[in-house]
C-alpha cells in the first residue's frame, strides 16, 4: 500500500496558479462534489479569495487511478506564498518527497520562486517543473525554460505545459507525480511513533488540532502520545485525513498524512514543527527542523474608542489561537489609551492580522509605526533587546546599537537596474552581486536594514519597475549603526505616538515629513503652537501652527496710531502669557490621520 502513497506539495511565486491547479485537482480527480465546488476551494478565509493569496496551508488527499490502471492515494499539501511564512513553507516540504515548480509563462521565474526552490532542493525533494498559464497571450514558453536552466539548473525537457484556467495538462502532471516522485521510505521494524507537525489549528470544541505526517509507526485512537519539545502527554481523541474536509479514521499509518486531536487545548502546547512520540517509549531525537517562531516586526495597535480595549484584547486572543507566530502583549500611551504591543512574521502579517480584527471582530483599530527588535550594548557591559522606541536607554549610557538585516533577491527587468540601485542605495543598503538572468532579466543580491525593508520598499520596488519587480529575503546578521531616537514635541510636550527610531543621517528629512503633516492636522490654537522632531535634545525640524488672532484695532476707526499700538502690545503681552501657561490637546482623529498616511 505505501508504494502507492505520494506526498507533494506546491511551490510558486504570488499569483503564479497554485490554488487554481489545486482547484482543477479536485475537479478532474472528483474529489469535491460540484456542486459544492468554489474557486479557490482550499482558501478558506475570505481575505485569501480578496487578495488571492494563501496565507494558511491546507492539506488534501486525492485519489487518482493511472493509466496502468493502478488506483493512488496522493497526500497534497498546499503551501503560503509569500516570503513572511517561509518557515510554514519548509514544515511543509518537511512532510513531503517531492514538489510541483509552478511558473507564470508570462512571468517567468520569480525571486520568491527561487527561495522556495532552494526550500526543496535543502530538503533533498523532487521538483517537477511545470509552467502554467500557457493559454495567456503574452505568454513566453522559450523565456521560462531557458531561465528553469540558467537559474534553476533544471533541464527544460523535464518541464510540463500547462493551463490551471482551461485544466490542460492536469493528467501529464498526475502521472509525473507518480513516474518520478518516490513512495514515502519506511523501515517496518521501527514500531515508535514520529510523526511531523506540519501546520495546526484551532476549534472552539475540538480544541488544537495537528495536521501531522507520519514517518513511523501506527496512531490510532486512545493512543497515548508525546509533544517532544514540550514534553506534554496526551492521549488521541479524533484522527483522520483530509478529503478535502476532515474526515475521520480507524488509525494513521506510516507514510499518511492526517490530523490529530489530542486533548490540548492551549496552542502554546502544541507547535509548528514539533514531532509526535509514544509516551512509554519515546523516539530519541526529534525530527530534524524545529524551531520557535519568532516575531520580526513590532507594532502598537490601538482600539479608536478605549472602551473597545477589553474587546480587542479578547479578539486578539481568539486571533492567536489560529495563529502561533502573531503575539500580543498589553500597553499604554498617553496620546491613544490602552492598546496592545504586537510581534509580527513581517509586514504582510501585520497587514492580514489587522484587516481580520477589523472584519472578523468589527474592531475599529489604529496602528503605530512598525518597529523591529534593536541590540543596545549599554557602556556596562549589558545588552538589551529593544522593540519599543518608548524604552530606549539613555543616549549617554548606550556604548553601540546594532540592527537587524536581511539578505534580499531582487529580480527586475534588466531596463530598471539602476532605479533599483539607487532605492537601495536610500534605504541604506548595499548591493553586493548582480547577475544577468537572461537577456531581459537581472538577479540583484543586497543587504539591507530590516527597519527600511518593513516601511515602505516593496511598494517603492514595484512602482519604480511598474509591478515587474519582485523580492525576497531572508534574515541576516545584526550589524552596528547610528541609530538614534526621534521624538515630536507639539508645545514642548512629547508625543509618545510618534516616537520612532532613526537613522541619523535621516532624521531632520523623517522630523519635517512628520512635522509638516502634524501643522497641516492640529487645529489652531489662541498662540503659536511649535511642532518640534527633537533627537537628543536638539531640535532637528520645526514647523508653526500660526495663531487664531482677533482684531482688536476694529474698534479704532480713527485717532492717533499709538492707540492701535497699544492695543497691539497689549494682545502680543496677552498671547505670551497665555503659550506659557496654555495646554495644546491633540484630538484622536489627528493621530489617526498622521498613521494612517505614514502606513499608506
Known amino acids: 500500500m505505501n508504494n502507492n502513497i505520494r506526498n507533494f506539495s ?6 503564479h496558479g497554485k490554488s487554481t491547479l489545486a482547484d482543477r485537482f479536485l475537479q478532474f480527480t472528483k474529489s469535491i462534489d460540484e456542486r459544492k465546488f468554489q474557486d479557490q476551494l482550499l482558501d478558506d478565509m475570505d481575505l485569501e479569495r480578496e487578495r488571492g493569496i494563501t496565507i494558511k496551508s491546507h492539506p488534501v488527499v486525492i485519489s487518482y487511478k493511472a493509466k496502468s490502471g493502478e488506483e493512488y492515494s496522493l497526500n497534497f499539501i498546499d503551501t503560503p506564498g509569500h516570503v513572511d511564512f517561509s518557515y510554514e513553507v519548509s514544515r511543509s516540504l518537511a512532510a513531503c518527497e517531492g514538489a510541483l515548480l509552478l511558473i507564470d ?4 521565474v520569480q525571486a520568491q520562486t527561487v527561495a522556495n526552490v532552494n526550500l526543496a532542493i535543502k530538503g533533498n525533494l523532487t521538483i517537477i517543473p511545470v509552467i502554467n498559464k500557457i493559454d495567456l497571450p503574452a505568454a513566453d514558453i522559450d523565456l521560462c525554460t531557458e531561465q528553469l536552466e540558467e537559474i534553476l539548473a533544471i533541464p527544460a525537457e523535464e518541464a510540463i505545459l500547462a493551463s490551471a484556467k482551461e485544466g490542460t495538462g492536469v493528467e501529464e502532471i498526475f ?8 513512495p514515502p521510505s519506511i523501515n517496518e521494524d521501527d514500531s515508535t511513533i514520529k510523526a511531523l507537525i506540519f501546520d495546526s489549528v484551532y476549534d472552539a470544541y475540538k480544541g488544537v488540532i495537528n495536521y501531522v505526517r507520519i514517518v513511523s509507526g501506527v496512531i ?5 502520545i508525546r509533544y517532544f519539545s514540550s514534553n506534554i502527554i496526551s492521549e488521541v481523541k479524533e484522527i483522520g485525513i483530509f478529503s478535502p474536509h476532515m474526515i475521520p479514521v480507524d488509525q494513521l499509518s506510516a507514510g499518511m498524512v492526517g490530523y490529530v486531536i489530542a486533548n490540548i487545548k492551549s496552542p502554546e502546547d502544541s507547535k509548528i514543527g514539533d514531532t509526535i512520540t509514544n ?10 527542523g524545529f524551531k520557535e517562531i519568532q516575531p ?8 479608536i474608542d478605549t472602551a473597545d480595549y477589553e474587546m480587542l484584547k479578547q479578539s486578539m486572543a481568539k486571533l492567536r489561537l489560529n495563529d502561533a507566530a502573531f503575539i500580543f502583549q498589553p500597553e499604554t500611551s498617553a496620546a491613544l489609551g490602552f492598546g496592545c504591543r504586537c510581534g509580527f512574521l513581517g509586514l504582510l502579517h501585520m497587514e492580514i492580522i489587522q484587516e481580520r480584527l477589523r472584519r472578523e471582530y468589527n474592531m475599529d483599530i489604529i496602528a503605530t509605526y512598525p518597529s523591529v527588535i534593536y541590540h543596545v550594548y549599554l557602556k556596562d557591559g549589558s545588552k538589551l533587546e529593544i522593540d519599543n522606541p518608548l524604552h530606549w536607554p539613555d543616549p549617554t549610557l548606550v556604548d553601540r546599537i546594532e540592527e537587524p538585516m536581511v539578505n534580499s533577491s531582487i529580480m527586475s527587468p534588466i531596463d530598471y537596474i539602476g532605479p533599483i540601485m539607487n532605492l537601495v542605495m536610500e534605504k541604506r543598503g548595499l548591493s553586493t552581486e548582480t547577475n544577468t538572468v537572461d537577456q531581459h532579466h537581472v538577479m540583484m543580491t543586497a543587504e539591507l536594514p530590516l527597519h527600511e525593508i518593513v516601511i515602505d520598499f516593496h511598494d517603492k520596488l514595484k512602482t519604480i519597475t511598474r509591478g515587474y519587480g519582485s523580492m525576497d529575503y531572508e534574515p541576516g546578521e545584526y550589524r552596528a549603526a547610528t541609530l538614534v531616537k526621534m521624538e515630536i514635541k507639539v508645545n514642548n510636550e512629547p508625543v509618545d505616538a510618534f516616537t520612532t527610531i532613526v537613522h541619523r543621517e535621516h532624521a531632520h528629512s523623517r522630523g519635517k515629513l512628520l512635522a509638516q503633516k502634524l501643522k497641516d492636522i492640529l487645529p489652531s490654537h ?6 518640534q522632531a527633537v533627537v537628543g535634545g536638539a531640535i532637528v525640524a520645526r514647523e508653526t501652527v500660526r495663531a487664531l488672532r482677533k482684531d482688536v484695532t476694529a474698534k479704532c476707526y480713527g485717532g492717533d496710531i499709538t492707540r ?3 492695543l497691539l502690545e497689549k494682545q502680543k503681552e496677552g498671547k505670551k502669557k497665555m503659550k506659557q501657561i496654555g495646554k495644546v490637546s491633540i484630538p484622536q482623529d489627528a493621530f489617526i490621520k498622521v498613521l494612517k498616511t505614514n502606513q499608506n
Open 220 to 224: 490510532n485512537r486512545s493512543t497515548m
Open 564 to 566: 492701535k499700538r497699544k
Open 279 to 288: 509516551e512509554k517509549n519515546p523516539c530519541v531525537e526529534a525530527l530534524p
Open 296 to 303: 520580526m516586526v513590532f507594532s502598537g495597535i490601538y482600539p
Open 105 to 108: 509563462a508570462s512571468q517567468g
Open 526 to 531: 489662541l498662540f503659536q503652537v511649535a511642532i
Open 10 to 15: 506546491i511551490i510558486a511565486h504570488i499569483d
Open 175 to 182: 502521472e509525473a507525480i507518480i513516474s518520478r516522485i518516490s
